[in-house]
């Protein structure tokens, strides 16, 4: 080794040394030992967390049960819709709907019979006619004995009328008996 | 011929021993023992290496974290610093890899400088000393790491060339050209700072 290696290095001691002070390596020893136990404590709760079933963490926070229902209810949506597109007629399910098809499905061929049947009703009242919507007595509002022969049974739901469905019922079958006699008279 | 630098013994005595037998049990206190015992030779090292007091503070605790998370597999027997010296080193490496770049010219030589001023010096001296000093920082910054820590690991740390070769993990014979080579491109370094041929 050359003598200026020896002054270079003894240069680079002098250059490349710090003393941070007694203080900074009294407290040392405890500064590493609570970095160890943090990181200690850090590693159990990574192994707790792996432990865990995968879909606890999903319920675990407000953020992710959210996301959760969210996609939940996506699901369903896209289940139900897929079902309806799928099986139409199933679709006609509720009451109403299911008591309106036929009625629909026969509208035609009774139009036919009552024009065929009732050549002085004017085209215009024939379909309605037909429909029983606003037929005569007898007709739109069949009595029923027994226990429910106050009532009214519309044709339309099957349900049974109170009595202001009664009423217009009755008003409207007036007022078409009236236009029934008239045409007769004409 | 110059001998061996002078340095601290770091032949793993019986009490040491005791204290790494312990702390492989998982005895904190025996770890807690070790690391006063090495403590400010770790610093040394980092501080040189990172020329940084905050990068040599992280640097110095991440060694003994990473020593005590591995002192299972440390052989007993086997003297501690070179084990705790390489971890340094290799920490040191990580560090500038990941900052791709070179440690910054740090402040706290200049401000030692500065309260080594005394009355009986020659302003004059203590000028060129500055000056000096701050080009042999430059030119050391300029170094590749591996040279860097080498000449660390030799000048600072005053470790043999068998330990400068188990810190680094390679042979004596390396040790030796890489230092020689590391004190050439220093000097190269200085002369190319200082406008002198080397």
Same mark, same amino acid.
């Given at each position: ?16 040394? @710090? ?20 990181? +200690? ?35 369903? +949506? +896209? ?68 226990? @429910?022969? @106050? ?8 349900? @049974? ?13 007036? +007022? ?11 | ?9 770091? $032949? ?14 998982? /005895? ?20 040189? &290496? ?9 640097? $110095? ?45 740090? &402040?706290?030589?200049? &401000? ?20 000096? /000093?701050?080009? &042999? ?62």
């Amino acid at each position: 080794m050359k003598p200026e290696d020896d002054e270079l290095d003894a240069d680079l001691k002098r250059v490349l040394s @710090h003393d941070p002070g007694e203080g900074y390596f009294r407290d040392f020893a405890s500064r590493v030992t609570d970095r160890i136990a943090a990181d +200690a404590r850090a590693e159990a709760a990574r192994a707790e967390a792996a432990r865990t079933p995968w879909w606890r963490g999903l319920l675990s926070s407000p953020r992710a049960l959210a996301a959760v229902g969210g996609v939940a209810v996506v699901a369903v +949506a +896209a289940g139900i819709a897929f079902n309806v597109m799928r099986h139409p007629a199933d679709a006609l399910r509720t009451a109403g709907l299911r008591g309106r098809a036929p009625a629909e499905a026969e509208a035609p061929a009774a139009g036919a019979v009552a024009r065929e049947t009732s050549p002085g009703t004017p085209a215009l009242f024939a379909g309605r006619a037909a429909r029983g919507r606003d037929a005569g007595p007898g007709v739109g509002c069949p009595r029923r004995r027994g226990a @429910h022969d @106050h009532g009214c049974w519309t044709r339309r739901t099957g349900a @049974h009328a109170g009595g202001a469905r009664r009423r217009v019922g009755r008003r409207r079958a007036g +007022a078409e008996r009236a236009r029934t006699s008239a045409c007769a008279n004409a | 011929m110059n001998p061996e630098p002078q340095r601290i013994s770091r $032949a793993p005595s019986e009490d040491e021993t005791g204290l790494v037998r312990a702390a492989q049990s998982g /005895d904190a206190k025996a770890f807690a023992e070790i690391v006063l015992r090495y403590q400010r030779a770790v610093y040394r090292v980092a501080y040189a &290496l990172t020329r940084n007091a905050t990068d040599a503070d992280d640097l $110095a605790q991440e060694t003994f974290v990473r020593a005590w998370g591995a002192i299972g597999r440390f052989e007993l027997g086997q003297p501690m610093y070179p084990w705790l010296s390489r971890i340094v080193t290799n920490l040191a490496f990580s560090l500038f890899r990941g900052r791709k770049r070179r440690p910054e010219t740090p &402040l706290e030589p200049l &401000l030692e400088s500065g309260r080594q001023w005394g009355i009986h010096d020659d302003p004059a001296d203590h000028a060129a000393r500055s000056e000096h /000093d701050a080009k &042999l920082q430059a030119a050391f910054a300029g170094l590749s790491p591996e040279h860097q820590a080498i000449l660390a690991l030799r000048a600072v740390d005053d470790q043999s060339y068998e330990e400068i070769a188990q810190t680094l993990g390679i042979p004596v014979g390396t040790v030796m050209s890489r230092l020689s080579r590391a004190r050439a491109e220093l000097k190269k370094h200085l002369g190319g700072h200082t406008g002198e041929t080397p």
